[in-house]
């Protein structure tokens, strides 16, 4: 059975870089069925995607944040990542990795449990 | 970008009873190639979110055959024909064409 694990550091200073890992477990990052995902949820708010990457290393980014994020993919160690530069207290948020089924009309099928991210300094 | 509207934003239901959710779009999520992209989502209290219907009405693997979504073109419905106190949680209606949007969420309540 598939699972997704959100890691990395739980406070981020204000401008510095957020960097995230999504490790898969129980199958393989590299299938041409899937793709995968990041979505953000501040404190009592929605859901806001960020990005996703295709197997083939195509990027797709949510424009509000474009100019500072990266999605990329470490198919040797099955994970793929997320950095999102310049942060303010705005970032604050629940981060999630999600698998995409592109079997299931592109949607977000798997979620990871979801990784805290505070900015303050 | 395509703005999802969710009505209600909060939604207190007796078990047994049935619930109707609302999501219309800004625009037509009917893509050029035939599909519409729209899901949803359930985020029950503490948890990830869980997808419950996509291409508006297919239902995931393990979703309850209470639960049915419909709608076309900009409007859309999720309806869950008994609530049971498992479905408490916030609903979310999701638009797949790039950039991915959701809506706002309904909260559901049971009575």
């Known amino acids: 059975q598939l699972q997704l694990q959100e890691s990395g550091p739980g406070l981020v200073k204000p401008s510095e870089t957020l960097s995230l890992t999504c490790t898969v477990s129980?199958?393989?990052?590299?299938?041409?069925?899937?793709?995968w995902g990041w979505i953000r949820q501040p404190p009592g708010k929605g859901l806001e995607w960020i990005g996703s990457i295709y197997y083939s290393g195509s990027t797709y980014y949510n424009p509000s944040l474009k100019s500072r994020v990266t999605i990329s993919v470490d198919t040797s160690k099955n994970q793929f990542s997320l950095k999102l530069s310049s942060v303010t207290a705005a970032d604050t948020a629940v981060y999630y990795c999600?698998?995409?089924?592109?079997?299931?009309?592109?949607?977000?099928?798997?979620w990871g449990q979801g990784t805290m991210v505070t900015v303050s300094s | 970008d395509i703005v999802m509207t969710q009505t209600p934003l909060s939604l207190s239901v007796t078990p047994g009873q049935p619930a109707s959710i609302s999501c219309k779009s800004s625009?037509?999520?009917?893509?050029?190639?035939?599909?519409?992209?729209l899901y949803w989502y359930l985020q029950k209290p503490g948890q990830s979110p869980q997808l419950l219907i996509y291409e508006v009405s297919s239902r995931f693997s393990g979703v309850p055959d209470r639960f049915s979504g419909s709608g076309s073109g900009t409007d859309f419905t999720l309806k869950i024909s008994r609530v049971e106190a498992e479905d408490v949680g916030v609903y979310y209606c999701m638009q797949g064409i790039h950039p991915l949007t959701f809506g706002g969420g309904t909260k559901v309540e049971i009575k």
């Open positions: 625009q037509s999520l009917l893509h050029s190639d035939g599909k519409t992209y």
């Open positions: 129980g199958g393989s990052i590299s299938s041409s069925s899937y793709y």
């Open positions: 999600a698998r995409v089924d592109s079997r299931l009309q592109d949607a977000f099928d798997i």
